[in-house]
């Protein structure tokens, strides 16, 4: 990762690694939530946003796989924390990751690469 690289940079970078190397059949999706101040925040919530939900959503034969990007010097907030527990007890995979060698490690581990 480039030094003083974006959150949001860094996620187009793991989508565009996303398109080229999630196994066949594999969904994906991202929400963009980030930004846009309070008045966006309350719209979001009000339509059903949930936050903590991490920022890339995989579904592969039936089974949920979420990807929580950081930078480098990012950090997981207790809200986000929270959601994973809730997301792992359901018997999703959640993994925070902060460079394209570490999805490329999360997804091979989790059989889903191609």
Not at 22 to 49: C, D, H, M, N, Q
Request: charged letters at 25%.
């Amino acid at each position: 990762m480039a030094n003083g690289q974006s959150e949001y940079d860094l996620q187009c970078e793991i989508v565009d690694y996303l398109k080229e190397n999630l196994i066949y059949g594999s969904l994906f999706t991202a929400f963009p939530l980030g930004g846009g101040g309070i008045r966006r925040g309350v719209k979001l919530k009000k339509s059903g946003t949930v936050a903590g939900w991490p920022d890339i959503q995989i579904l592969h034969n039936g089974l949920y796989f979420g990807l929580e990007i950081k930078t480098e010097k990012g950090t997981i907030s207790d809200v986000q924390k929270a959601i994973h527990r809730k997301l792992r007890r359901q018997g999703a995979r959640v993994k925070v990751v902060r460079s394209i060698f570490e999805v490329a490690k999360v997804l091979n581990a989790w059989h889903i690469h191609r």
